[in-house]
């Protein structure tokens, strides 16, 4: 009985905890409005900032964050594992996503306090993310990890850790290659597809379906410039089109057209291909003997899909894809789709497949962002998937389709100092408590400091001095492409080997939880949707 009544004693204060935030909402409209469609071109981003560092009266008491704990413990208490068989599976990758890149969005959204989409998942947990031989991650070691459930060397891609980097003709030897979601996804009946902003022959997406000992392959004329023969060497473009588990990919969606078409063949928007054997890939593939296939090259066409697509690829640009802003900036969102487009254009195709579906969409362009410390674009990218993760979420019942958000490795951006509540997260610390505990807007260098540092960053930037630190007070960091201070040059910024971050919604979403090896996830969501060779649901 004396359990009921305390059940009973949280629930009130629970509903309490609502109706004082509706009252909150009534008092200050501007905190609980939903960020709108326009908004989505993200403000703190592209527009002056406006501080409100007072503009929370009720957080200064008691009664507000406890309120806001209650509702936790009621939410916490209610939930209910979902025990249903996964019939479709969502995993997002924001490739180089941090913890620190989820703070930076959040405030670029609007604020400390707000949520990214897969922050409101019920379950989450932490990823190791080393490889076999190295501390420090790359895309191809981590990407083979969260694919295939086998950690291996660092560049390697779909092989396990016999293999060592650039070996021409050791990844031709199938007792080294992996299974991954894609092919457990294939035997069991469902469709597969992949959806990047960067190359679809970049190390994450082509982790699901080649095996090559050099993820830099991505062509022929890569391979030979490597010293490999091509005829020895599938590079990942013809393992795509024609390899056992990239053949029977149902949705290819990214950038990347130049690894398919050789370097006397036309591209759409004025260039010319990569390869050096005289094939076109993207003709191959379109005539395969499949039916209902598409290719598109632009936004509008990807947009306007016939009705009875069940196959389509979609190669944006001859390279990686364009950053958001970049696009808008250039005006170019008749040709570059969002990843949101992307991601619902994927899901339309996919799930006309009875037995469902598995799709892998990742955010490629936050890493790109953080390689030249353009916090800006990193942020903005980061964005992108949150809006993509947000749609996936609403176009798909919690109830068989289990949602998977992590990221493959971190980055060396630090948020830092003591700056006010609500401060711009792009411009400078307002202060710091120094030694003797008194505040100061400066470093001990009498120059002002940004609140978002590399650790290390490429040589060529204007924010890198010999023998001492750039002022902040003498840069621009208001464009897309600013470049954000760092300490230790190199040729660009490196990757960090921090865990990263797991989030999980719907069928046996509760399983990803607590510090786990990285290549725990594809068993787990295989174990979801019971497939693969482990154990079923």
């Known amino acids: 009985m004396s359990r009921f009544l305390c059940l009973l004693f949280v629930a009130f204060l629970g509903f309490f905890a609502v109706v004082l935030t509706a009252e909150n909402c009534a008092e200050n409209s501007e905190r609980c409005r939903k960020i709108t469609d326009e908004e989505a071109m993200h403000p703190r981003l592209t527009r002056p900032f406006i501080s409100r560092s007072v503009s929370y009266p009720w957080e200064r008491t008691s009664e507000y964050w406890n309120d806001l704990g209650y509702q936790h413990v009621v939410n916490k208490v209610n939930r209910r594992f979902n025990r249903n068989r996964a019939r479709n599976i969502v995993f997002f990758i924001g490739d180089g996503m941090s913890i620190p890149t989820y703070f930076a969005a959040r405030m670029a959204l609007g604020g400390e306090e707000q949520e990214l989409s897969w922050e409101k998942f019920p379950y989450s947990g932490l990823a190791k993310t080393y490889c076999v031989d190295a501390q420090v991650a790359d895309s191809a070691c981590t990407g083979t990890a969260y694919w295939t459930g086998v950690k291996t060397n660092f560049m390697t891609l779909g092989v396990n850790a016999k293999v060592t980097m650039s070996d021409c003709t050791a990844s031709n030897d199938p007792s080294t290659h992996t299974e991954s979601l894609a092919k457990w996804a294939l035997d069991a009946g469902k469709s597969v597809g992949i959806v990047t902003t960067t190359t679809v022959t970049h ?3 082509a982790a699901g379906y080649a095996h090559i000992s050099d993820r830099m392959w991505e062509d022929d004329f890569v391979v030979r410039r490597s010293g490999c023969d091509p005829n020895q060497v599938m590079d990942i473009a013809q393992q795509l089109v024609h390899g056992p588990v990239g053949k029977q990919i149902s949705v290819i969606l990214g950038g990347g057209r130049g690894h398919f078409r050789d370097s006397k063949i036309p591209d759409e928007e004025g260039g010319f291909g990569f390869r050096n054997d005289s094939r076109d890939l993207i003709y191959e593939w379109l005539n395969d003997g499949k039916r209902n296939k598409k290719y598109v090259w632009n936004r509008n066409d990807l947009l306007n899909l016939p ?30 789709p969002t990843l949101e487009e992307m991601t619902r254009s994927a899901i339309n195709v996919l799930k006309k497949n009875k037995n469902g ?8 362009k936050i890493d790109h962002g953080h390689h030249f410390t353009q916090a800006r674009a990193a942020v903005s990218e ?17 109830d068989d389709t289990l949602i998977v958000v992590s990221s493959d490795h971190a980055h060396t951006m630090s948020i ?9 997260i792009f411009g400078t610390v307002d202060r710091t408590i120094e030694g003797t505990g008194s505040l100061s807007s400066n470093a001990k260098d009498g120059m002002p400091y940004m ?3 590399y650790a290390n960053g490429p040589i060529t930037s ?34 960090a080997g921090d865990d990263v971050c797991v989030f999980a ?22 174990y979801a949707a019971s497939m693969g060779r482990g154990p079923r649901s």
């Open 203 to 205: 190390a994450s997406p």
């Open 307 to 336: 009705s009875n697509t069940e196959h389509v690829m979609g190669l944006f640009e001859s390279s990686h894809m364009q950053f958001y802003l970049e696009s808008q900036e250039r005006g170019s969102q008749n040709t570059e």
């Open 357 to 364: 579906f598995f799709l892998f969409v990742e955010g490629g």
């Open 382 to 398: 980061t964005i992108e998937l949150h809006k993509a993760v947000q749609a996936a979420r609403n176009m798909l019942s919690e």
């Open 416 to 424: 830092a100092g003591y700056p006010t509540r609500g401060r711009d």
């Open 451 to 453: 609140t978002l540092n």
């Open 462 to 495: 204007t924010q890198f001095k010999q023998g001492e630190r750039v002022n902040p007070a003498t840069s621009d960091y208001s464009k897309w492409s600013s470049m954000f201070p760092f300490y230790v040059p190199g040729d660009i910024e490196t990757h």
């Open 505 to 526: 919604s719907g069928p046996h979403a509760h399983l990803f939880t607590g510090t786990m090896e990285q290549s725990y996830l594809p068993h787990l969501m295989a």
